[in-house]
Structures are given as C-alpha cells and as structure tokens.
C-alpha cells in the first residue's frame, strides 16, 4: 500500500452473505503446520526487517536488501543469481532470481521494503522494535508489508534448502520507494534493468489480502487492476496590486472559477472487464434496490439513474466506475491588503484503466475552461512538468487462469467459505510500473486482517501472529502450485 492507498476492501456486510451462497468444491489445499525451523526463520527474518529503519527520512533500504541478500547467499543462492543497485546508496534495490527449468516464462514477485515514517511518541510502543504482545507482532511495516517482504525470503529459503526445481525462473524483487522518496525501485530497475524482471506475470503481496469479520473469512481480494495516481498542479499568475483598487482579472477568482467548474463535472461512467465481473458478482449477493440497481448498470445501456444513486451510496463503487479528480490543496495571494500575484491549487486524480497521465491534463485544461488556469503535471517526487507522461494503466484483462484457480483451491482449504474477488485497486502501487511494462500484475497476499484493523500507515501498526505465519505457509504453497510443484 502507498501513501496513495485508498482502502478498496469490500464491505464486510454485503460479503458476509456470500459465505453461505458459495459452492464448495471438494479439493481444498489445506494449511500445514509449520515446522519449528521454518517458524523461527519466518520469526528471525521478520524481525530484522522490522529493526532495520527504512523510512525515506532517516532510513535506509540497502541495508535491508543487503541483510536478505546475506540471508538468501547463506542459504545457497548463487551471487551470479543476485543484483543489487539503485539509483544512490541509500536505495538499493535486491533482485533475486531462483532458477527453474525453464519450461515456462518467469514470474515476479514485487515486495517494497521501504516503509512510511512513524514517530516514537505517536506509538505505544517504538515503531522499529519488533514487539510480540497479545497475540500481535508489533511495529512499522507489520502489515505494509515487510510481513511479506519476509514471507517471501522465507519461502525462497525454504525452497532452496528443499532442492525444490520450479518449471519457471523465479524472481523476486526488494525494492525502495513505493511509499514515497524519489528512488522507486521497480520504476528503476524497469527502466535500467528490465532483463532481470522480465516475466510472464508479477505478484504483488502490496495488494489484495483476506478480509475478516470478528474471526471469519469473509472475502479474499485480488486486486486484478487498479487506477493510475496523478498530480496536476493549478497556477494563476496577476500582476496584483493594492487591494483598495480591485480589477476583474483576479487570480484567485480564476482559480475558484476552474475549481467549481471541476466540482461539477463527473467523468464518464466505464466499466472494464474487471470491475463488469465485480458489480455481476455483488449484484448477486446484495437485496432489494442496491441489487436491482447493480443488475442495472451492468446492462448495455447502463441505467442512468441507477448510476447515481450507486455512486451517491458508496465512495468507492463511485471510484470504480469513474476517473475521479479532486481538489486537495489550495495556496493563494500574500498580504491581505494585497491583489493576489498568484493563485495555486493540487488537484489529485485517480484516473481509470486505459487513459494516458497526458490525456487527463487535456481534459481537465477543457472542464477549466480558463487560459489563464495553466494546468501542470507533478511528479510523485514534487517535480513540476509542463506536460504529463504518456503512461497509462493497461485495459483490464481477466485474471491469469492458473493463478485463479491456485487462489480458489488455496482459499478453500485456508479460509473456507469465502469468495474469492477479482477487484481494481482505487488505489495505486508499484504494479503501476510493472503494467505499464506490459506485464499483467496481480495484488496478492496470504495475510488476514480484520476489516476495522487495517493500521497500514497508521500508529501501532500490528499483525496478528497467527495471520502472519498462515501467510508464510499460504506463499509457500501457493508459489509452488504457480511453478508445477504439489
Ligand atoms: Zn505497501
């Protein structure tokens, strides 16, 4: 999750039902209890990443990469098989690759091992000290998400000390900067390095993950797409004057006119292959007008009205069916006794799969309607541009079919009775780049969270304990059924 995330987790209410209305398949991979030695390397390495700072302000990422690095070397890796290098020496990033047969293309594995900062006296406890209390593993990243930053150490570990032969290439990637700074790792090793992370599809445990409900399974997400996160910087400039002598031509009335203008404009309503599948799926499992209404707009032609009262009910049903664009910041004029000399608003986009970063700049230069608004694009550095990158999200596809049916019969076994729910993300990750690399990327995770203990980001950020271990037996599984093991 990044500083961008927008929690898309479904509610717990409408999926609570689906318990009870899904079929039960007979075959069901089901956990296994971990062995002692797996459990304490699980323990060891979680711990250690926790303790090694790797927030942008103070931390660092290459002493985490090269601390798994020694880990994965220990354990047998060939030094041929690892990368290591960024863009400076604070922003390592390690790239791993655990050799198959071959007999199929490689799949990735995404995980950033940078975290958002955490200060000491906002916490109970202290934020990179790995503490184990009431049935929680307690610090920053224990859930965003150096918990699978060490299942997937974990699990490449396990592997290799098995002698386990995959028949694809492996690769996982440790990466800096998803959160924030100006080092993303993915975004760099994609542009420098794209040999080492060529695959056929990407994993991406920042995504996704099984929601539960006071101890029940009640829906398990893959986040199959998401919307892209841009920035576009309002500027109105005036040569201002002295208040007493106001003009017409006023830069902060130019910028609170294109402001207004952008309140009351929606973006076209557009389903894509995705989210079509999502809204069938929910209009099954809710009742009375939120069905009939779901069943409305899934039609062609969509149903107007139902439209509206969806996205009026739900932020976020409204954020899957549109590109949305905010306003976030406002900074105007610098005397009170003075014409403003300039006129400055963010507004934040999350634009659907599909348009270009440049795209919407154009549209929203339209819904302005102002020459005098000039609309720049801002990088998630702060770097301010002129025009924005022609990048955009990849047109939803469905899912890659051997992952789902691993995620189906894993779920079955591991949290019985709930759906498994191919969704977009109205938030944004690293799979953004690995998309637009023309690879399909998949939000996954093991981990189960109780929908009101989401702490990503948050103070006393925590995991319970069992959560943590069920996902470093599911990784391990669930890798090896992608890779022609059981
Ligand atoms: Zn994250």
Redesign the pocket.
Known sequence: ??KFFLCHRIRASVLFLACSLIALYSFAQTPTPLDEPTHKLAHDIFQQLIEINTTDSVGNVSTASKAMQQRLLDAGFAKEDMFLGGPNDRKENLVVRYRGTGAKKPILIIC?LDVVEARREDWTTDPFKFVEKDGFYYGRGTQ??KNSDAILVTTFIRLKQQGYKPDRDLILALTAD??GGKSNGVDWLVKNHRDLIQAEFVLNP?GGGVDMDHGKPVSVDIDATEKLYGDYQLTVTNPGGHSSLPVPDNAIYHLAGALINLQHHEFPFELNPVTRAYFERLSTLETGQKAADLKAIVQTPPDKEAIARLAAGSPEWNSMMHTTCVATRLEAGHANNALPQMAQANVNCRILPGYSLEEIRQQLIAIFADPKVTVRYVTDGGEVFDTAPSRKQLPAVAINTQVMQAMETLTKGFWPGAPVIPTMATGA?DSVYTMAAGMPSYGINGIAIETDDIR?HGKDERLPIDSYYRGVDFYYQFVKMLTGGE
């Open positions: 999750m990044s950033h965003d998400m998803e959160e920042d990750s990503a």
